[in-house]
């Protein structure tokens, strides 16, 4: 991971791979920054999910390695940094980066992309942020069940739109291998693997309950709310005793 930035990076090593110690403040700065050299950055938001996946997958590992700023997406994160003595400041969990990105457009003039999710959810997303930010710059969306044949399409399409920030959402790992497969000939500065965040900012999911997100138990809203998202919060445990066994 480069970082020539003026924020400067603190690095916690967790499990196979590794997470930044940002705040939303120092994220959003760093993305300022990213955008203004032009150059391709991939931010991660990093979740247990992810770093059980990690453990498996060497691509999914090399990718995070590579990558620009990995932010911690998920409490299971913040958790286990603590239990390892190196606690982390804030949450920087992808919805909340998506939106105060959304809500910085109007005066930066950043111009985002949505591309995933089902067909309607990356619109109705941005519709929702322009409607709630005017002024707001989403300047393309594309949904996200293609077949390998229409890359092409998909890349020019990015391309022809100029954005500075693409938000990916087609499930981890799908979303950090696309991102890594086809950065460097995007020519966008920010290429951001986002999960279900236009599912959420679409209205079309609910997030969990203030109290919920308090309690940390955002996954229990998931699976009520989802039961398909059996598999992701099965993940859960297994993060949990890896933590555990490292003693
Ligand atoms: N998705 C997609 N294409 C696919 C598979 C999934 O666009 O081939 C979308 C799906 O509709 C959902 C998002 O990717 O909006 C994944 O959301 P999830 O909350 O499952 O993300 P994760 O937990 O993997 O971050």
Redesign the pocket.
């Known amino acids: 991971m480069t970082n020539a930035y003026s924020t400067q990076l603190t690095t916690i090593p967790l499990l196979k791979v590794r997470v930044n110690d940002v705040d939303m403040r120092e994220a959003l700065a760093m993305c300022d920054e990213f955008i203004k050299s032009r150059k391709p950055h991939h931010i991660i938001t990093l979740?247990a999910?992810m770093c059980v996946m990690a453990e498996q997958d060497a691509k999914l590992r090399k990718i995070i390695e590579d990558s620009n700023l990995i932010t911690p997406d998920s409490v299971g994160v913040l958790w286990a940094c603590k239990r390892m003595g190196k606690s982390l400041r804030e949450r920087v969990s992808?919805v909340e980066l998506v939106e105060m990105l959304c809500s910085l457009s109007p005066e930066k003039h950043y111009r985002l992309f949505f591309f995933?999710?089902?067909p309607g959810?990356a619109e109705m997303a941005a519709e929702k942020m322009m409607l709630k930010y005017p002024g707001c710059e989403i300047v393309g969306t594309r949904?996200?069940?293609f077949t390998e044949n229409d890359n092409n399409d998909i890349v020019a399409q990015i391309q022809n739109a100029k954005p500075d920030i693409l938000c990916v959402?087609?499930?981890?790992p799908?979303?950090e291998m696309w991102i890594a497969e086809h950065i460097q000939t995007l020519g966008v500065p920010i290429c951001i693997?986002v999960?279900?965040t236009?599912?959420v900012l679409s209205g079309n999911v609910q997030r969990a309950p203030k109290w919920m997100r308090k309690l940390s138990i955002e996954w229990l809203h998931r699976l009520i709310s989802n039961p398909r998202?059996i598999g992701?919060v099965m993940t859960l445990p297994k993060f949990v005793l890896l933590i555990l066994r490292q003693g």
């Not at 959402?169 to 981890?172: D, F, H, P, Q």
Request: glycine letters at 30%; aromatic letters at 8%; hydrophobic letters at 30%.
């Open positions: 979740d999910s992808g995933g999710s089902a959810v949904n996200g069940f959402a087609l499930g981890i799908k979303q693997g999960g279900g236009f599912d998202k992701k």
